[in-house]
């Protein structure tokens, strides 16, 4: 019934953002990648829902493995619409393609072009994370800090960086995270472990009681507590 009503809205307003979301999600849902290709398909046929429908296009295909495909329907996309986001979705699509060389090339001549960048950078600085390259993310998220110094979430980044690399301001990166984000739990929960290390104990149980105060259903946040403990 609700895919039978967005297809209705679609029908009087073929460009209606929401509805075109809300219809692709409900198709993916259910696994209906075909039907979902289709749509995002005829949404590029729409005047105002051009480059939704391409994006859309690009995250179907990469859903379902077909990378090459979607590095070419991401560069389509970027044509359109010259952002970090989808530089970041083609670069992945390329290198699980196995075209790893285009895309370090892709990536390159993007961060020279683009010194202020904050989005590519972010996106590099969490492969290396998630690759568990520690230096290679300190220096990218250091980067960042350079471009925006305000920062909170790259601040806590940074910071976790650092205490897992042993550096000595850690915990001053910790602070000023705070700092920015007062009622932040993820934040607290990186400066509470960070103090609790350090030999801080008191006060990095109480940031970790907050922390888990403010978001009592994020269990990473009781572990972190419990290890604490």
């Known amino acids: 019934g609700t895919e039978q009503a967005l297809r209705r809205a679609l029908a009087v307003r073929a460009d209606f953002a929401e509805a075109n979301r809300r219809l692709l999600a409900i198709?993916?849902?259910?696994?209906?990648?075909?039907?979902?290709?289709v749509h995002a398909r005829a949404m590029q046929r729409v005047k105002g829902a051009e480059l939704p429908g391409v994006v859309a296009e690009g995250d179907i295909l990469a859903r379902k493995g077909e990378w090459?495909?979607?590095?070419?329907?991401?560069?389509r996309a970027l044509q359109l619409n010259r952002n970090g986001e989808l530089l970041a979705k083609q670069h992945a699509a390329l290198l699980r393609a196995g075209r790893n060389a285009e895309g370090e090339r892709l990536l390159?001549?993007?961060?020279?072009?683009?010194?202020r960048d904050v989005?590519?950078?972010?996106?590099?600085?969490?492969r290396a994370l998630a690759e568990r390259r520690?230096?290679?993310?300190?220096?990218?998220y250091r980067e960042i800090l350079a471009i925006a110094p305000d920062s909170a979430l790259v601040l806590n980044n940074l910071a976790w960086v650092a205490g897992q690399l042993g550096d000595a301001d850690a915990v001053e990166l910790a602070e000023r995270a705070l700092a920015l984000a007062p009622d932040n739990p993820a934040i607290l929960d990186t400066l509470g472990v960070l103090q609790v290390e350090r030999g801080q104990v008191d006060q990095g149980l109480a940031n970790l009681n907050r922390a888990?105060?403010?978001?009592?259903?994020l269990g990473q946040l009781r572990l972190s507590l419990a290890k604490a403990y």
């Open 68 to 75: 090459p495909a979607a590095a070419v329907v991401y560069a």
């Open 134 to 140: 520690l230096q290679d993310a300190r220096r990218i």
């Open 212 to 217: 888990v105060s403010l978001a009592p259903a």
């Open 27 to 37: 198709l993916l849902e259910q696994q209906r990648e075909d039907d979902a290709l």
């Open 108 to 115: 390159g001549e993007w961060l020279r072009s683009e010194p």
């Open 119 to 126: 989005v590519v950078r972010s996106y590099l600085a969490e």
